[in-house]
């Protein structure tokens, strides 16, 4: 259904986005990850033709990326979306199903349903007026309105509250189960794991790390074995160096003390120090990394070099570099998302 193969851009001598390959199936929910200016925006805005690609291309529902047949097949939700303030909400849908030519007896239905999907009230108080969340919703609905295949949807939770995230969450998830294909990004990472069938991680322009959340998480992830004791784990006292590091210190926690370690080696030998030292193991708890925990190992260290984080295997996830945050200019003068694309 999506089809990306090769995609850079360039703005200037600037690489915003490089190399980038992977694909989305049909009716699969796919999410774009990575810190502020990894690229993700580009990357959606190249998918749904508003921006071209300096190289590579991008296929969806068949045709070019920048054919404009393919709008018909695609749904976009920009980052920002800004709506007429002084239309209601069904009359702003309406207005942007008759730019798709969608008859006006199966607008009126297919608006209704979204509208009522997404339980939004006040559909005839204007735009102007109405929250922040409600807003948001306006504008998913407005991504349906030409019943596209495929939808990109660019940060379609931020900075909503709560319960608004989780019913955008949960319209992403029956949108999957309806067979339509869902391409979004998020900075949220809870919000991918929840959602996403395969994910990508973006740094500095390139793919870093892609799979399944359970498989990214147990490639680039390590189980971590808290152990609490009744008496702290006293490294020094008949320990050695290799216990020392192993071991580590250990947290007061109540009337425990807590200590993480790597591995069940290392727990065998807390439960010796400890039984040394008269006391005893009385609990022991794993803990899997969440995608937040890889995000941070994977990205939120320097990467080798400005752009040289070729996608990790999990092998590289220690390279230092002296190169770091500055990501070049932040001028985004070129297709910014208008009403009416
Ligand atoms: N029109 C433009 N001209 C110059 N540089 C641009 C332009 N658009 C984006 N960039 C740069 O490209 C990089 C990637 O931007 P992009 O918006 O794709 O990142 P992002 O991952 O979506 O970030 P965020 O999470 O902050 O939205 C950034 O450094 C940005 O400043």
Same mark, same amino acid.
């Given at each position: 259904?999506?089809?990306?193969?090769?995609?850079?851009?360039?703005?200037?001598?600037?690489?915003?986005?490089?190399?980038?390959?992977?694909?989305?199936?049909?009716?699969?929910?796919?999410?774009?990850?990575?810190?502020?200016?990894?690229?993700?925006?580009?990357?959606?805005?190249?998918?749904?033709?508003?921006?071209?690609?300096?190289?590579?291309?991008?296929?969806?529902?068949?045709?070019?990326?920048?054919?404009?047949?393919?709008?018909?097949?695609?749904?976009?939700?920009?980052?920002?979306?800004?709506?007429?303030?002084?239309?209601?909400?069904?009359?702003?849908?309406?207005?942007?199903?008759?730019?798709?030519?969608?008859?006006?007896?199966?607008?009126?239905?297919?608006?209704?349903?979204?509208?009522?999907?997404?339980?939004?009230?006040?559909?005839?108080?204007?735009?102007?007026?109405?929250?922040?969340?409600?807003?948001?919703?306006?504008?998913?609905?407005?991504?349906?309105?030409?019943?596209?295949?495929?939808?990109?949807?660019?940060?379609?939770?931020?900075?909503?509250?709560?319960?608004?995230?989780?019913?955008?969450?949960?319209?992403?998830?029956?949108?999957?189960?309806?067979?339509?294909?869902?391409?979004?990004?998020?900075?949220?990472?809870?919000?991918?794991?929840?959602?996403?069938?395969?994910?990508?991680?973006?740094?500095?322009?390139?793919?870093?790390?892609?799979?399944?959340?359970?498989?990214?998480?147990?490639?680039?992830?390590?189980?971590?074995?808290?152990?609490?004791?009744?008496?702290? %784990?006293?490294?020094?006292? #008949? +320990?050695?160096?290799?216990? =020392?590091?192993?071991?580590?210190?250990?947290? &007061?926690? !109540? $009337? /425990?003390?807590?200590?993480?370690?790597?591995?069940?080696?290392?727990?065998?030998?807390?439960?010796?120090?400890?039984?040394?030292?008269?006391?005893?193991?009385?609990?022991?708890?794993?803990?899997?990394?969440?995608?937040?925990?890889?995000?941070?190992?994977?990205?939120?260290?320097?990467? %080798?070099?400005?752009?040289? #984080? +070729?996608?990790?295997?999990? =092998?590289?996830?220690?390279?230092?570099?002296? &190169?770091? !945050? $500055? /990501?070049?200019?932040?001028?985004?003068?070129?297709?910014?998302?208008?009403?009416?694309?």
């Amino acid at each position: 259904m999506i089809e990306v193969a090769g995609l850079e851009k360039t703005y200037g001598g600037f690489s915003a986005v490089v190399d980038s390959t992977f694909s989305v199936e049909d009716g699969e929910v796919f999410g774009i990850v990575g810190p502020n200016g990894a690229g993700k925006t580009t990357t959606l805005k190249m998918l749904s033709g508003l921006i071209e690609p300096t190289s590579g291309e991008a296929r969806v529902a068949g045709y070019d990326s920048t054919e404009s047949a393919m709008r018909h097949h695609l749904g976009f939700l920009p980052e920002e979306s800004p709506l007429y303030e002084e239309m209601t909400a069904t009359s702003y849908l309406q207005f942007f199903a008759d730019l798709y030519e969608v008859p006006r007896s199966v607008a009126d239905e297919r608006i209704e349903r979204a509208l009522d999907r997404l339980d939004l009230d006040h559909r005839d108080r204007r735009l102007g007026d109405v929250s922040k969340g409600m807003k948001r919703k306006v504008a998913i609905a407005r991504s349906l309105v030409n019943d596209p295949d495929v939808l990109v949807y660019d940060e379609p939770a931020s900075g909503l509250d709560p319960v608004t995230t989780n019913s955008v969450l949960e319209f992403t998830r029956e949108l999957r189960e309806a067979g339509k294909t869902v391409v979004f990004s998020a900075h949220n990472l809870y919000h991918v794991e929840s959602v996403c069938d395969r994910v990508v991680i973006m740094n500095e322009g390139r793919i870093v790390a892609r799979g399944t959340v359970d498989g990214i998480r147990e490639r680039h992830g390590e189980t971590t074995y808290h152990v609490y004791t009744d008496v702290p %784990p006293e490294v020094g006292s #008949g +320990a050695t160096a290799v216990d =020392a590091n192993a071991i580590g210190d250990a947290e &007061e926690v !109540g $009337d /425990r003390y807590r200590t993480v370690v790597p591995s069940m080696d290392a727990v065998e030998r807390v439960r010796e120090i400890v039984s040394d030292a008269g006391g005893t193991v009385v609990d022991i708890r794993t803990r899997e990394p969440s995608l937040e925990d890889v995000f941070l190992d994977i990205v939120g260290r320097p990467m %080798p070099g400005r752009r040289g #984080g +070729a996608e990790s295997d999990g =092998a590289d996830r220690d390279a230092a570099s002296p &190169e770091g !945050g $500055d /990501r070049g200019p932040d001028d985004r003068t070129e297709a910014a998302p208008s009403e009416g694309t």
